[in-house]
């Protein structure tokens, strides 16, 4: 008598791992505080243990961790600022896949690390805050594809490397851009789009690197500028007559 094969029940099992992977894979995905605890906090901080980000922590609630604000997904901010908001002491809190980073400011916080590619993977964010630390590498391409930003001052670091053309992407929604102080250099890469103007600009701060190159008059056509300052690099040629159709006030 011929023993039957038994088919079906591999075929079952197959079938449900193939339907249950999809849905595993999506909720393991990496919300935005898991973002910040695995990839950059460590980023940041270097190689030795910094005092304000030791709040971020599962243990605290999310509202004392240093340096952050929030955002819900219905764009309603995270009240934090009251100690008696119910906010203020639920640590469960990190836990809500609604909730968003909307600001990261860590301006003097004796961070030694380096800039972290995931800043331009947080769909909320907008302002990055990291001036005068000792931030060292590279300004990350990856930043230039953040679909939220509109504020960055990493000045007084010790960033280094080539301005990615990719930070231009940012540039119909960029506010203010502060560079100053670090160790930059090359020449100062152009928008990908030639006529681009980057109409929301306000502030572009690029003084006291090592920027090379002929003067950069595309930000002539940054006709939003209020304030720029490309001082102490080491550009050459004429500067454009151009400049003066800028509306400048600093």
């Given amino acids: 008598m011929a023993i ?11 079938l449900l791992v193939s339907l249950l992977t999809p849905a595993f894979a999506q909720s393991s ?3 935005d505080v898991e973002l910040l605890l695995g990839k950059i906090k460590a980023s940041l901080q270097g190689d030795a243990e910094n005092i304000l980000l030791s709040s971020w922590n599962s243990t605290v609630p999310l509202c004392q961790w240093r340096g952050l604000k929030w955002v819900f997904s219905n764009e309603t901010p995270l009240s934090c600022s ?12 990190y836990r809500d896949p609604s909730l968003h980073l909307f600001s990261l ?16 993977e947080f769909s909320m ?3 990055i805050y990291l001036g005068i630390n000792s931030l060292s590498g590279t300004v990350p391409l990856e930043l230039g ?20 053309p990719s930070i231009w992407n940012l540039c119909e929604r960029l506010v203010s851009l502060r560079l100053h102080g670090n160790s930059l250099f090359g020449s100062l890469p152009e928008p990908a789009l030639p006529n681009s103007s980057c109409g929301s600009l306000q502030v572009l701060d690029l003084g006291a ?9 595309f930000i002539t056509r940054f006709l939003g500028l209020k304030e720029l300052d490309l001082s102490n690099n080491m550009f050459s040629g004429a500067i454009p007559q151009s400049l003066t159709s800028l509306d400048l006030e600093s």
């Fill in 145 to 164: 594809y953040s679909t939220s930003l509109s504020d960055i001052d990493l000045s007084g670091n010790l960033v280094n490397g080539v301005l990615p």
């Fill in 4 to 14: 039957p094969r038994l088919y079906g029940p591999c075929i079952v099992v197959s």
């Fill in 125 to 127: 964010l907008q302002s």
């Fill in 209 to 217: 690197n090592k920027f090379t190159g002929e003067f950069p008059e």
């Fill in 29 to 31: 995905s990496s919300s």
């Fill in 82 to 93: 009251d100690v008696s908001s119910p906010h203020w002491a639920n640590a469960s809190l």
């Fill in 105 to 120: 400011q860590l301006p003097s916080a004796n961070l030694t690390g380096s800039l972290p590619r995931e800043l331009g």
